[in-house]
């Protein structure tokens, strides 16, 4: 490890870093442009200039590899003049519109220009101007405020893994364009973040809000498993937009553009207030009224003719309310798998996502068996493409099922279950290279399992593990890839059927003969509702989907933003939601919902605040209450049985248009109606490794 001296600083930094991490760890500031810690070094800015012994002129520090007995010095008067005269070629063209610029207050340049630049510029020649650039509905471009640090071009190509942004021509004639007509990523919005000036923000946003106008809530996104951190800004009752948050374990600093940019549709389509339906429509209502038409429904109704299913954004809290009030009603049949899945109820591991996605980089082999990471989980999917980036092409990557663009190279195997049969047998290829792998991963989807066959596919899937050791002592390589938020609280609080219970297909069916009367969607808005035109429908929600519209009650709930909630991703890891904003209207908290409605039933629930649903849940899932730490679990006894033939079948229609909060989005509209529905956008295809 070379040691270096730093400002009259002796420190001592590993072995590949550069002269600029090194002045960080010895406490100094050093302004950069260009430079990103999680992009290839470019090198263009030239702000990161220090004064280094020996050298005949200052060097860039972060190009420049830290070695052995190096004297650097931050603060001379050398050092500050050269920034200086970086900082005026950089304004030099800059147009002077920082009062109109959505970026400021929160712009690199504007900071750096008055902590590193002169008074004054020198330059009287013409500016020059550039045309803007369309890169889609979600990037609003403003190119003349460009200053080339290429960071977009980097993301877009290392990390996004589709390089739809360059730069054309050179010199003073170099631009920054979309080199297709559109950006076409599900990690697009990241390049806002990472634009250190004004030239891309984002264009649903744009003229909005200020950012010193917004009250800012760390919390947790709900549009996929992953669980990715984010920050919510609000103004007064209205959520602004959301950006990141950094967690190296989960989604490092980038989130998808449903995370991003979905937000709008918290505001449109929204349940304010109870409805009950009165000569076959729905009319308004006050909640008493709704609660007493669901009592007069339930009176005298055995609780085998009552089903609960549990849609994919509900947090622990009312799902813990939801199967408590079934149990007090006699009912066994609840089930948190809208999507017909069978995999729960188990072991633990066999649902969880056991290497945890920072183990994802540790991989040397994965397989990936009925799911199509791109869509489901496109932070995650990133991940992937950064274990093969960082194995310089060698990791191998096999996929069975969906044929898609997946940004990066893998060995396609085959359609359907009976090549994960094939591969359970051993044999020459794709299973030798799983075999001589060291940490072999197979990732099952969640798709796979919601069939019939799907304990059979899982089964499948664990004999494929056991022949290529994935799982050892110090090594777990089976995963389950989730696509659903709620769906390991759900499983880890036992929302699945009981003795002689009904799961979520068998609900449907009973519903449509007649055998289950009354059916209780907790935000379940992706079933069939063709099954369920018999039956009596309580559908408790935050939107107007199609779930409210085929129910006889509707009782409006809280979004995500709106309710404090606890959420287990797919690696079992435990998170909290945090309250940014107040719900809409007459709109309440889940569970206080299903709370307040037990006490009207005569089944009252033994809680009354948060803190007491907690509580109960901790009565049945150990370490719920310790948020951020994700909960490893043990692999049972792998199930027998023969999958059937018919291939597996995309879980993920549209990317864009997954549950009731993007489907009330007027951006993710534009995004659907813009990019076709294919593996990532236009025209996707597999790429045969």
Known sequence: MPKLTVDGMEVEVPQGATVLQACEAAGAEIPRFCYHERLSIAGNCRMCLVEMERSPKPIASCAMPAGDNMVIHTNTETVKKAREGVM?????????????????????????????????????????????????????????????????????????????????????????????????????????????????????????????????????DV?????????????????????????????????????????????????????????????????EEAFQAIAARLDGVSGDRIGAIAGDLAGAEEMMALKDLMNALGSGNVDCRQDGGRVGGGARGDYLFNSTIAGIEDADAILLVGTNPRKEAAVLNARIRKAWVQSAGTLKIGVIGEQADLTYPYEYLGAGPQTLTELAGGGIGFPEVLKGAERPMIILGAGAVAREDGLAIHAAARRVADMAGAVADDWNGFNMLHNAASRVAGLELGLVPGEGGRDTTAILDGAAVGEVEVVYLLGADEVDFSKLEKAFVIYQGSHGDAGAHAADVILPGAAYTEKSAIYINTEGRVQRTDFAVHPPGEAREDWKVLRALSGELGRTLPYDDLEGVRSRMKEIVEGIDMPDVPRPGALGEAGGGEPGDAPFRPVVGDYYLTNPIARASETMAKCSALYSVGGGGAEATGTDG
């Open 88 to 220: 005026e070629f950089l304004l030099i063209n800059h147009p002077l519109d920082c009062p109109i610029c959505d970026q400021g207050g929160e712009c690199d340049l504007q900071d750096q220009a008055m902590a590193y630049g002169r008074g004054g510029s020198r330059f009287e020649e013409n500016k020059r101007a550039v045309s803007e650039k369309y890169m889609g509905p979600l990037i609003k471009t403003i190119m003349t405020r460009c200053i080339h640090c290429t960071r977009c071009i980097r993301f877009v190509e290392e990390v996004a893994g589709v390089p739809e942004i360059g730069a054309i021509f050179r010199g003073e004639d170099m631009e920054i364009t979309a080199l297709e007509q559109v950006v076409d990523s599900e990690l697009s919005g990241n390049v806002i973040d990472l634009c250190p000036v004004g030239a891309l923000t984002s264009r649903p946003y744009a003229f909005e809000a200020r950012p010193w106008e917004l009250r800012k809530t760390e919390t947790i």
């Open 223 to 287: 549009m996929d498993a992953l669980g990715s951190n984010i920050r919510v800004d609000a103004r007064g009752r209205e959520v602004m937009r959301v950006l990141p948050r950094l967690n190296d374990d989960v989604n490092e600093e980038w989130i998808s553009d449903k995370t991003r940019y979905a937000c709008d549709g918290l505001r449109r389509q929204r349940l304010d207030r109870p409805y009950v339906r009165r000569d076959g429509r729905l009319k308004p209502a006050s909640w």
